[in-house]
């Protein structure tokens, strides 16, 4: 195409080939600082690139003539239906890359029919990132203030998110250091965590180390929205949540932006999927950049995948647009990965289709 085409925010995002391409192009446009926010993980980030090599490290087994025809892609997740088995996972500070914030993000989500798993550390509130229609389900940090968690779960139940996802990977914060060599510290003016907002005071974000399973259990006693932990990687962590009523786990390692040095998230996928044995459905998150890898953790043991930094890279390079040409790729890609393992729909993906 001519230049003049890729000034506009249509042009770039469809100038994107795939997600890769979208990091490119985000590092291109955003400020350096706030690139590695986003693109950074802990300390020397061997889980951030422990998470891409894992899928890199397993193969795709394809079964051939069985006229499966184009496949079938939507997915219903404890109740919520999907076009893919594609969520778009939590993550901060969306102002950071682009004006519009979550609420574009959100409008991308609702165009593309996937879920949006809206962040308590949102720069609008989820009322209205609610506004946009978007299927959200609400990520939740447990404040030791259960007063002030509470209220936001009642705020998340009345804007209509249909989930709580909590995350439990962090009862501190984990280090990245491209922060602290660019003395990122603060939020810029006019940044802010909307949700944490009232009468003109922003509260502090607590993450907290005396966050236990009691906590799990107060949740569970004040809401019926179906509950999911984020973050965990050992067995007996999947199966102790199962015993205390959680609805769904996502097996994270919050790409690798916690304690450095854990494993891929895909690798503790079919551990965490023998020790829940079916009870719940679980999602993967961390490293997904190819339909394949999408293909990969559902034929290992996921009922969906989540991306965290490729929505960022496409709002960072085109608000909405970018955001659903992302998507778009992921989706293409997909299913035609399905198609070339010759099956009609995510669920028929078997263990045996992944070699290593
Ligand atoms: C995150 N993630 C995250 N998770 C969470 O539970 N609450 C949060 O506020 C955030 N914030 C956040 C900010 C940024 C900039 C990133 C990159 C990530 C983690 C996120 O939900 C998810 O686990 C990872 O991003 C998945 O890995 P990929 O897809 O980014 O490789």
């Known amino acids: 195409g001519h230049p003049g085409h890729l000034a506009s925010e249509a042009g770039r995002a469809l100038a994107l080939v795939n997600l890769r391409d979208a990091e490119t192009a985000a590092r291109q446009r955003l400020d350096p600082v706030y690139y590695d926010y986003f693109a950074g993980g802990a300390q020397d980030e061997v889980t951030v690139a422990a998470n891409e090599a894992a899928y890199r490290r397993r193969s795709l087994l394809p079964r051939v003539l069985r006229g499966c025809g184009p496949p079938r892609l939507e997915t219903t997740l404890l109740g919520q239906a999907t076009s893919m088995p594609v969520l778009m996972a939590p993550t901060a500070f969306h102002r950071l890359a682009w004006p519009e914030a979550e609420v574009a993000t959100a409008r991308a989500a609702a165009a593309a029919d996937v879920v949006m798993i809206a962040a308590m550390l949102s720069t609008v509130t989820v009322e209205e990132i609610a506004a946009t229609g978007a299927a959200l389900w609400f990520q939740l940090y447990i404040q030791p203030d259960l007063a002030f968690t509470e209220s936001l779960v009642r705020r998340a139940e009345a804007a209509g998110c249909r989930a709580l996802v909590v995350t439990v990977d962090s009862p501190a914060l984990g280090r990245n250091e491209r922060g602290d060599r660019n003395d990122f510290h603060d939020l ?49 962590d999947a199966r102790l949540a199962v015993e205390h009523g959680v609805d769904g786990l996502v097996v994270s390692n919050h790409g690798g932006r916690q304690l450095d040095t854990t494993p891929a998230s895909l690798d ?78 995510p669920g028929d993906l078997t263990r045996e289709q992944v070699v290593s």
């Open 188 to 236: 810029p003016p006019g940044v802010f965590c909307a949700n944490m907002g009232g009468a003109g005071h922003v509260r502090q974000v607590v993450l907290s180390p005396e966050i236990s399973w009691s906590h799990v259990d107060w949740l569970r006693g004040i809401t019926t929205l179906p509950i999911l932990l984020k973050g965990v990687l050992h067995p007996a």
């Open 268 to 345: 503790r996928l079919e551990p965490v999927a023998e020790a829940v044995a079916g009870r719940v459905p679980l999602l993967l998150d961390g490293g997904v950049r190819r339909g394949t890898d999408v293909a990969k953790a559902l034929a290992l043991g996921a009922a969906a995948v989540a991306i965290g930094r490729p929505v960022l890279w496409g709002l960072a390079i085109a608000g909405e647009p970018g955001v659903r040409r992302v998507l778009d790729l992921l989706r293409t890609e997909l299913a035609n990965a399905l198609t070339l393992l010759g099956v009609a729909a």
